[in-house]
């Protein structure tokens, strides 16, 4: 089974704060990606990266950085952190499909909460 | 803009009964669609697939349904189950080359037993 493990389940940090919030995949897995879930607003993408030091901007990169320095790990980075960024966030990661389809593995995903 | 997009935020279905989860879609150039549900405090876990090519998939008690003309998908669970009640998503993938999916805004099902 893919196991895609993030660091922390609640995290609680301070407005202005720099945030990392870690996630790792056991799989071997060439892409990996960072959704943010707001309710009424599904899972939307903020980066993904399809390789070692490769990363791509998703749908709301605005504030965010990414780092993916080994391919088992992909950080995700609030530089300067504000209350709306408050979210639940979730990690995924699929390996590359190569004409044939791969479902995006997920995460349990960080509540992390700004104050 | 919305690309995926799933109309009823929420929908109660009588235990044993068939359960109809839809989606829209307004990006013809996805090829690949996925559901996935999610249960709370847990991350998404995949359901079912379907590739633009076909119009139906089926995995025991879960169908999924691909009307490509009327950019239209549904999810069919029969019969439905208490286990069932989560927040389901519908996902498109294009045909660009990247893995990159676009998810909607989610069905919150519940089932009553």
């Known amino acids: 089974d893919v196991k895609v493990t993030q660091s922390s389940r609640y995290l609680v940090k301070r407005t202005g704060e720099k945030v990392f919030l870690e996630c790792v995949q056991d799989m071997d897995h060439e892409n990996m990606f960072w959704y943010r879930q707001d309710p009424g607003l599904g899972l939307r993408l903020i980066y993904f990266?399809?390789?070692?030091?490769?990363?791509e901007k998703g749908d709301i990169p605005e504030g965010y950085s990414v780092s993916r320095e080994k391919k088992e790990r992909f950080s995700l980075i609030l530089e300067s952190a504000s209350t709306n960024q408050t979210s639940m966030y979730l990690c995924?990661?699929?390996?590359?499909?190569?004409?044939?389809?791969?479902?995006?593995?997920f995460g349990d995903g960080t509540r992390l909460s700004i104050l | 803009d919305q690309q995926v997009k799933q109309n009823s935020p929420s929908l109660s279905v009588q235990e044993g009964r068939i359960s109809i989860l839809n989606c829209d879609y307004t990006n013809s150039m996805f090829d690949y669609f996925l559901w996935y549900k999610k249960y709370p405090a847990e991350g998404p876990t995949f359901l079912i697939s379907?590739?633009?090519?076909?119009d139906k998939n089926e995995d025991g008690r879960f169908t999924v349904f691909l009307n490509k003309s009327a950019k239209h998908l549904s999810l069919h669970i029969v019969p439905s189950q208490p286990g069932d009640s989560a927040v389901y998503f519908c996902a498109g993938k294009d045909n660009f080359g990247n893995e990159k999916l676009t998810f909607g805004t989610g069905t919150r099902l519940t089932i009553i037993p």
């Open positions: 379907i590739s633009s090519i076909k």
């Open positions: 990266s399809y390789d070692v030091k490769m990363k």
């Open positions: 995924a990661s699929s390996s590359q499909s190569d004409g044939s389809n791969q479902p995006q593995h």
